[in-house]
Structure formats: C-alpha cells, structure tokens
C-alpha cells in the first residue's frame, strides 16, 4: 500500500508540471492606447465590470492574433478555478483544436460581430446573472470560431467572486452525467489519504505534501498566481471540503428557457399522433430475396428492440446464405425512419451526439490522410456529413480544397452557418446527384452507407457526382467483427433500427465493381475503434437504467429517475473498466475480421 501511496505522490508531482507548462502557455495581455475596434463586443459574466484598458488591450490582441473569440482570465482568479480550468483545457493547443468544447473563466469574452450573428447571438444581452448561460455561450461560440477561440489573462482585470451557491448547477452545465461520479472521486481522495495515515504516515504524508503544494507548483510566478495562492495552499483540505458542502448545498437553479413547460410534455401529443397506428406504417412489406445478390435464401440473424431511445418496435435482422449480406428485413420506410431518428440526431437528444461527434478528430483526420498520395483534391463532398466534422477536420490535411456537405438533417445547414462546410445540400444522394454530375475529386460517405433504403442507388449516385478518375472514400462496419457474434444484440455496430444493411468487405467491392470503381486501398485492422466492450456495457446500463424522460414513454416516477441518477454513477467505474479492457485487447483486433470497422479508397475508372 505504501508503494501505491509513493506512486501516486510521484504522479501528482509530474501532473503538477504538465498543468504548469499550459499556466506558462496562457497569452497576457499587453497595454494598448488603440480604441477598441467597432467589429468587437464583450460579453460579461455575473457581477463582472470590465475596465476600459482591458477592453483595449483585449482588442487589440484579438487583431493581433487573427482572434474571433478571446476569452479573459483575471489575474485574481481563484486558484482552485485556475487549477480547474487547466485541467480541463489544453491551452497550448486549444485554438488548433478544431472539435474541442468551448470553455470559460465565467468572466468576460471578446466576440467579433460577424461570429455573434453567425451563431445567432446578436440579440442576447452583453451582461448576464446566469454563469450557466454564459458557459453555454462559449460552447456555441468555439463551433462559429473553430480555429479563432484562445484565451488570454488579463493583468489589470480584477474578476468578480463566483457565487457558491450557483457552483453545482454549473457544474452539471459543464460535466453533465459526469458531475456525481467526480464529486465522489474527489471525496475518496480525501478519503484515501486520510484513511492510509493510520497504516501508512510516511507515505500519506508525502502525497498530502504533494497534494497540497501542487498549486503553488501548478500557479506561482505565473500570470494566474493571486493573492490566495499561498494560503489556499496551506491548508487546501479545508478549503476544499468547505467548497464542496457549499457546492453540494447550491439551490439556485439556471431560468429555464421554456418558461416552465417541460420539453418532454410538450412533445407526448406529437409522439401520441404519430404512433396512432401503432408500428406497421413504419415498414415495407418484407422482401423475400437478398437486395445484393438477389438470391432467396435468407436466413434469421437477430430480433431487437431499440435499445437507444427504446422506441416501440420489433426489428429482424436477415442474413442472405448466398453472398452473407446482413439486413433489416422488413425494412423501414421513410416514415419510419423519420419517427426512429427523431430526437436522435436533433432535438432532445443533439447536444449529446454532438459531444460524441466532437470527441474523436483523429478518425476524421485518419479518413482525409488516406486520400494523400492518391490525389489532390479541390473538391470534396462529403454525403451524409451530419454538422460537418469531417470536413472541418479535413481542411487542416487539405487546405486548398472545397468542402461541401449533403444531409437530410438540419445539421448540415449549421454546418454551412458555422463554415465547416462551404456549401450545403439538403436532401436525398440519389435525387440531388443527378445535379452535381462530374464536379467532386472525391466523394466521401462515413457511416453513412449502412443507413440507407438502397446502398447500389447510393453507390451509383457516387459515381455520377465525381469527375473521371475521382475518388470514393467509404467506411462501413465490418459485420465480420469478432465481437459482432460474441456481444450479441449488444454490439452496438448492429444499430437497431438505423442500420438497414451491413456490408461486408466482399460486397461491397462487388457494388463498386458494378459501378466502375476499382479500390485502390483498403484499410482493415487500422480502422479498429477499441470500444466494443466500452460500448456494449453502455447499451447494456441504458437497457436497465434508461433515461426517465422520454415523451414515447409512460412518465416516470421518483424511483425511476432517482435510480437512473444513483445507477449511472456507479456504472461510470464500470465504463471506465471497460474502456481500459478494450484498449488492452485492441492490439489483439486489430486486423481482419477482428476490426469493427473497414475503410475503402476507390477510384472511378476512366469511361465508366
């Protein structure tokens, strides 16, 4: 135990420095005698008076630097707020972080006109109360400022004192589900090192030491160091159990832009309407031969329900025991599809995803490398580009290229607001390609294949959109996966009721055939995403622990939701297990039929 208590002092003590270089990394603001320029506001938060030097100051760095958004460090900022901003934000590289979550001090924020009126902004007011509300804004305004979002202390700001009381609310603004399960990792900290005292004095004592000095290692001679950092230091268990008895007391609760009306209420009439007729308007007719190679011996593969948003329906799954292809069979109709993926994609649920989208650059970046040495493309359409996260990674591997995106959401015209994409389409592949014939270098559908009534009419409406000798970037799921017969129903990849058909590697080359690619390279093991346990345990957890407010659900009682609040937080340790168990097997899938994923490059042969 002792060794344990040492390696923990030692890991807090490189930790220490690690938080030190991003203290050291943070801009100060220089005085300025220019007037703030006509194309700059300020935001403020509670309590908050902006200096008319800092204002210029701020302004004339965000010119300086090519800023949209600069958000303002005082240099009395509390240390434990200082220590939890650095934890959360990379700021050496947080402005080249295209995906990264806006954050704040909850102070103040420079914001250039044209990105207000972007985001739709223009009319909130410059000041507010509600810290909640001003976090908010910064998480929209990093998507509108992408690669323009940094921030700066400013050493003539005096910040206003952050309210105790409203600490818990922004808290689950910041962290949302997380907030419980690090509150009570913060306790068993405490917790740990007071307890191994007793057994072990010398090596508790030596990662308290290293606990408490690690503000004074993180803060001191660095803009961020305040007046509170030596006694803060000193006797940092008091002030942290004290911050928490305060923060777990907070009451105050943020205004609630519905006014009152619950979301979930108001939408129970508009799902009662569209499930009058129950579930069978939502399927076609079963067919009774594969759609790929148009054989009749089909075979059951699986029977689920919808383990996502728990939808009523019964979904079978087909296998065609000729050329394997997987399939949803009855499959949905359009109208189907639009009742299955509301609330999924927009709606009650879109923040989610778009947090999940956000989490990951490196995929999207693994997708833009593979075109490099195959080509050079000015044009690129992404099909099925959701908000535009490709696209907006890729202009970093191809900077000179044209990136347009097709949906049939909403979220691609977000997309065009927020200039992740250059263009919008909204609306069907296959309808809208007969108008952008010949005009792409490369045409990409990420995950996108699997969601579609008909992956040959999609494949062929590839071919129509791209120039001779263009490029067709797909990745799939591989229904070959290992864990896809092991987790059952709970491999999330079978996707229950979006993913209408799984392609293997085989057939899918023989649709590309069919339409005049030849692949040029394949991707396999590389495309592995290690998450199949993380995942299936999350489906798993949502199956027994459900969300309480769904408007196609009966309302739920306090026992329900209290029991989604106290179950999640103790499955977070069981994800996080999971998470560690799928990077330790991932050497082990990575490789064909072991991979969750595959990924094709292929080019449109001359005359075809």
């Known amino acids: 135990m002792s060794v344990l208590l040492y390696i923990l002092a030692a890991l807090v003590l490189l930790d220490s420095f690690r938080l030190r270089g991003r203290a050291q990394a943070l801009a100060e603001l220089s005085p300025s005698d220019e007037p703030v320029s006509p194309t700059h506001r ?53 402005r080249r972080m295209r995906l990264a979550r806006g954050f704040t001090a909850g102070q103040a924020m420079l914001v250039e006109v044209e990105t207000l009126e972007r985001a739709e902004l223009t009319d909130t007011p410059p000041q507010t109360d509600d810290p909640v509300l001003f976090l908010r804004r910064a998480v929209a305004l990093k998507r509108f400022a992408c690669t323009d979002f940094d921030f700066a202390v400013a050493p003539a700001f005096r910040g206003a004192a952050d309210d105790p009381d409203k600490r818990l609310a922004l808290a689950r603004a910041a962290m949302g589900g997380m907030t419980g399960a690090l509150f009570a990792a913060r306790v068993a900290w405490l917790g740990l090192i007071f307890g191994a005292a007793y057994w072990h004095p010398e090596a508790a004592g030596a990662l308290l030491g290293t ?44 205004p609630d832009p519905n006014g009152g009306a619950d979301p979930v209420d108001a939408l129970r009439p508009i799902y009662a309407e569209l499930m009058k007729d129950g579930t069978e308007p939502f399927f076609q007719a079963r067919r009774p031969d594969c759609p790929i190679c148009g054989q009749s011996r089909l075979e059951p593969f699986l029977e689920v329900g919808d383990l996502f948003q728990f939808k009523p329906g019964r979904f079978h799954v087909e296998k065609c025991a000729d050329c394997g292809h997987i399939f949803q069979n009855p499959q949905l109709t359009v109208r189907g599809l639009n009742f299955y ?97 010949g005009q792409y270098d490369v045409v990409s559908m990420s995950h996108y294949l699997e969601h579609t009534l008909d992956p040959r009419a999609e494949v062929a409406a590839a071919a129509k959109a791209l120039k001779p000798g ?16 092991i987790l059952g ?65 009966p309302p739920a009682g306090l026992g329900r939701r209290l029991g989604h609040k106290v179950g999640w937080t103790f499955g977070m340790g069981i994800l996080a297990g999971m998470l560690m168990l799928d990077a330790l097997l991932a050497p082990l899938m990575r490789r064909p039929g072991g991979a969750n994923t595959f990924r094709v490059l292929a080019r449109l042969r001359a005359g075809a």
Request: net charge neutral.
């Open 42 to 94: 300020f935001l403020t938060g509670p309590g908050v008076v902006l200096d008319e030097a800092t204002r210029r100051a701020a302004s004339a760095h965000a010119r300086k630097h090519g800023l949209k958004v600069l958000d303002l460090w005082p240099s009395n900022l509390a240390p434990e707020l200082s220590l939890g901003l650095l934890s959360l934000l990379d700021v050496p590289k947080f």
């Open 211 to 254: 606990w408490m000095t690690r503000p004074v290692l993180v803060l001191a001679g660095t803009s961020l160091q305040s007046a509170q950092l030596f006694p803060y230091a000193a006797l940092r268990p008091l002030f942290e159990v004290y911050g928490w008895l305060r923060t777990a007391l907070g009451r105050w609760r943020p």
């Open 341 to 437: 993926y509301r609330d999924f994609y927009d709606g009650l649920d879109a923040e989610a995803l778009e947090s999940l989208l956000g989490a990951g650059p490196q995929v999207y970046e693994a997708r833009a490398r593979m075109v490099i040495g195959h080509g050079e493309p000015e044009t690129w359409l992404d099909v099925g580009g959701g908000s535009g996260h490709l696209c907006c990674i890729s202009r970093d591997t191809w900077p000179r290229a044209r990136f347009d995106g097709l949906d049939l959401s909403a979220g691609i015209l977000e997309a065009q607001r927020r200039g992740w994409v250059d263009r919008a389409y909204r609306g069907l592949f296959p309808e809208v390609a007969p108008t952008l014939a």
């Open 470 to 485: 263009g490029l067709f970037l797909v990745e799939v799921p591989d229904p070959d996966c290992a864990w896809g017969s």
């Open 489 to 553: 129903k709970y491999w999330l990849p079978w996707f229950q009721p979006q993913h209408l058909h799984l392609l293997s590697v085989k057939n899918l080359e023989r649709l590309l055939g069919e339409h005049g690619f030849e692949a040029v390279l394949w991707h396999r093991g590389e495309t592995h995403h290690p998450l199949d346990l993380f995942l299936a345990t999350s489906l798993f957890l949502n199956r027994i622990l459900p969300k309480p407010a769904r408007p196609w659900l």
